[in-house]
């Protein structure tokens, strides 16, 4: 009888530590809701410091708005505003807070600040929210599992671009479109990334004695993994398939995998980022001509080399990237690409962008042995020898998709869209 008492009680106080466990766990489904509105370039230190809230992309989707202004101070200082404006369960429960930052503050002092001054906003709505449990002056439950945000999207953000150009008169017309749509889930361990494009381009001229047609069409897919090794190194591979009718290439097949090291931590590189990354691409090339080299088929074995840097500035990104890549079984082969990019913020999930490139050339292995028309020529039609080129392209890219922005990846892309990866799993950026 004492030994059923004995297991009786055992079995009690299992259970009432199971489920005394289970109450001191919060789940991620239940953590506070926020939309940050103002924080320019403190948006993504903010995220990686406050990690446990979920931050998403439209404030209708909040449960807390904050909005955060600034004016200058008659001393060289900023004074900061910070609003806290209560949605859903936590409607009409609204606050603001006020600091001065010195003029002598570093950039890193004033968003340690900031960060302060919103954690202490927070308190009110995490104490409501059952978040209060965890809290101390840091939030202390950062050893303990969750599950996942309740996202329809499953953390996938689609993108979708498109740019066209048309203009005619009597005689001729020019048209000109191309478009990508791309899909990514960006997690901290892995990053994968699927992107389909396409570029169009028609010239048609005509007159009682002449008469000329002619189009180009650019098909590409990119598909891209990336492995998180540690806090600098990264393992990627990028299957890809490409058609171009200026080109000459009727299909190309290739995989890359690739090696990358940041000279800045990952989980710091909040502003910038440095990274070196090399590949080795094996590739399938079908032609749609006979090349100069006599060629309507052929296998090639690429390396590549890319350096980049990106910065992260309050209206939105700068990237640089210096691209090498010659063939090991054509050694003459080689390219040299210098890529900038500039991404202007003009509202949330809408960007402006110009993008300029300039390349030595010198691996036109694809070029059609066929004798191009003057009209080929002028007109851009069929790629031409040349040792050189350069170009620069202006359009919008709008993003929509899980309302969950809080991963924080920007590995093997050069940081380029490092807005809508940002991660919240415990990460500082000291």
Do not use: C
């Not at 002028?378 to 020898?385: A, D, G, P, S, Y």
């Amino acid at each position: 009888m004492k030994k059923i008492v004995i297991v009786t009680l055992l079995l009690l106080g299992t259970f009432s530590n199971v489920f005394s466990q289970q109450n001191d766990t919060i789940q991620k489904n239940n953590y506070l809701r926020v939309y940050l509105d103002g924080a320019t370039e403190s948006e993504n230190y903010i995220k990686v410091k406050l990690w446990y809230i979920d931050y998403v992309r439209d404030p209708k989707q909040s449960q807390v708005h904050i909005i955060i202004n600034s004016q200058p101070t008659a001393s060289g200082g900023l004074q900061y505003s910070v609003r806290f404006l209560g949605h859903e369960k936590f409607e009409n429960k609204n606050d603001t807070l006020q600091y001065i930052a010195k003029v002598e503050n570093s950039n890193r002092e004033n968003r340690d600040e900031l960060t302060n001054v919103i954690t202490m906003g927070l308190m009110p709505y995490l104490a409501s929210n059952g978040q209060q449990k965890h809290m101390a002056f840091d939030y202390t439950d950062k050893t303990k599992l969750v599950e996942q945000s309740v996202d329809k999207y499953k953390n996938w953000v689609y993108t979708a671009t498109a740019n066209t150009f048309l203009s005619g008169d009597k005689v001729s017309e020019v048209l000109s479109a191309d478009g990508s749509f791309s899909a990514a889930r960006i997690t901290d361990k892995w990053k994968t990334r699927l992107t389909a494009g396409m570029s169009y381009g028609s010239n048609n001229y005509e007159t009682t004695t002449y008469n000329f047609t002619g189009k180009t069409v650019i098909k590409n897919l990119k598909g891209l993994i990336v492995k998180s090794l540690n806090d600098h190194w990264s393992l990627g591979l990028e299957p890809t398939f490409y058609a171009s009718t200026y080109s000459n290439v009727k299909s190309q097949f290739a995989i890359a995998p690739g090696i990358e090291y940041d000279v800045f931590p990952y989980s710091q590189s909040v502003n910038d980022l440095f990274t070196f990354k090399y590949r080795l691409q094996p590739l399938y090339n079908s032609y749609i001509d006979k090349t100069v080299f006599d060629k309507t088929k052929e296998f090639l074995f690429n390396q590549i080399v890319d350096v980049t840097y990106t910065h992260i500035a309050p209206w939105g990104n700068i990237s640089s990237t210096l691209t090498g890549s010659d063939y090991l079984n054509h050694t003459k082969a080689y390219r040299l690409d210098l890529v900038n990019q500039v991404n202007f913020r003009v509202a949330k999930g809408l960007f402006f962008n110009v993008t300029g490139n300039a390349s030595l050339i010198n691996n036109q292995l694809s070029l059609s042995s066929q004798s191009l028309t003057p009209e080929q020529i002028i007109l851009k039609q069929r790629e031409t020898l040349t040792n050189f080129s350069y170009s620069m392209q202006v359009g919008i890219r709008y993003t929509f998709g899980s309302i969950f922005n809080n991963i924080v990846n920007p590995r093997y892309e050069g940081g380029v869209n490092i807005d809508n990866e940002i991660s919240t799993k415990g990460e500082t950026a000291d």
